[in-house]
Nanobody
């Protein structure tokens, strides 16, 4: 069994910062790409940022220059540093990882989500 557990969400004022973490645990052979998605009320889930095993990254245009994705392969953890937050960043943020288990096929896993609210 594999689990992704997110932490670090909360309420922050516009212009503030938050750092999200997502730790993968379980019978993991390797983790390939990792990513953060978000879903605001009434909207579709969208990709925020992604990072490969070689640490190549890509970002949604709306967060470029403000958010930074990184990973610690030794800890099976991905991070999202969010700076200069705006009210439109308010959403539930989900961690996603492409994982190969010791037994079982390679597949995508999702975390449970963490709420980020940007409001004064």
């Amino acid at each position: 069994q594999v689990q992704l557990v997110e932490s670090g969400g909360g309420l922050v004022q516009p212009g503030g910062s938050l750092r999200l973490s997502c730790a993968a645990s379980g019978s993991i052979f390797s983790i390939n790409a990792m990513a953060w998605y978000r879903q605001a009320p009434g909207k579709q889930r969208e990709l925020v940022a992604a990072i490969t095993t070689g640490s190549s990254t890509n970002y949604a245009d709306s967060v470029k220059g403000r958010f930074t994705i990184s990973r610690d392969n030794a800890k099976n953890t991905v991070y999202l540093q969010m700076n200069n937050l705006k009210p439109e960043d308010t959403a539930v943020y989900y961690c996603n990882a492409d994982i190969t288990r010791y037994s079982g096929p390679r597949r995508n896993y999702w975390g449970q989500g963490t709420q980020v609210t940007v409001s004064s």
